[in-house]
């Protein structure tokens, strides 16, 4: 059987840019300590871009996020007070995203704003239409990834590789990017989207690629990630998808 290898992202400044704006949906659940740092941390970038924050916490992250949105002036903030899932809050924002590409961002600052224009150049530069992050091609800050969540990690991206039949060091990166109407109206996964993603981007066929991003330990707050739930969890979405084929 032969895997595409993905390789990292070399990108040209005087290419045709074929689209124009860019949403950020940032899932969220009790990230009071974060959200205004994840926000600023967001430079101008050269497109036309709009920030969906989908909270559904009970902390002080709406507040935050929409005090921080005024002053921004493009940040949109939609609060549930039931719980979603980062899957059903990225659906949301999905549809409420009017942007010609899409990017999903978690509000903990694992990986930093900084990066966002970098991850969607390739797909504004029209090299790819959908591009995963991968966070272990730079050394991790101390403390960002426990040892079973990397290896539970590369098992699924194993797995995965195998099933699409492209080569993957990262699937559960939780900064994903891909042109807006290639997948709106395909996805459905309401816990951990990651998995379905990038089995409807294969579907699809769109030109998937790897760009690597320097990955942090979390800034405040819990992590949502627990070893034996959310790898129960990841491996229920892994064979749900592998059926939908």
């Not at 709406?62 to 002036?73: D, P, R, S, V």
């Not at 990986?111 to 992050?133: C, H, Y």
């Not at 290639?182 to 294969?202: I, M, N, R, T, V």
């Amino acid at each position: 059987m032969e895997i595409n290898k993905i390789e990292n992202i070399k990108t040209n400044d005087n290419e045709t840019i074929p689209y124009k704006s860019l949403s950020i949906i940032i899932p969220t659940y009790n990230e009071e300590e974060n959200i205004e740092r994840c926000l600023r941390d967001i430079p101008k970038m050269a497109w036309e871009v709009e920030i969906l924050v989908m909270d559904d916490g009970k902390d002080k992250t709406t507040e935050i996020a929409e005090k921080i949105g005024k002053e921004l002036g493009n940040v949109f903030v939609h609060h549930s007070s039931e719980k979603r899932g980062k899957g059903g809050a990225f659906l949301l924002g999905l549809e409420k995203a009017k942007g010609d590409v899409v990017i999903i961002m978690d509000g903990d600052l694992t990986v930093g704003g900084q990066e966002l224009a970098r991850l969607v150049k390739p797909i504004f530069n029209g090299e790819v239409d959908f591009v995963n992050g991968t966070r272990f091609f730079y050394p991790m800050e101390k403390g960002a990834m426990t040892t079973t969540n990397k290896i539970g990690n590369k098992i699924f991206a194993f797995m995965t590789s195998i099933v699409l039949r492209t080569w993957f060091t990262d699937v559960f990166c939780g900064s994903k990017a891909f042109v807006r109407k290639k997948l709106a109206g395909k996805l459905s996964e309401k816990e951990w989207p990651d998995l379905e993603l990038l089995f409807e981007a294969s579907k699809a066929k769109l030109r998937i690629k790897e760009v690597p991003v320097p990955y942090r330990r979390r800034m405040g707050g819990d992590s949502k990630v627990n070893a034996l739930g959310t790898g129960n969890v990841l491996l229920k979405s892994f064979f749900r998808n592998l059926l939908k084929r």
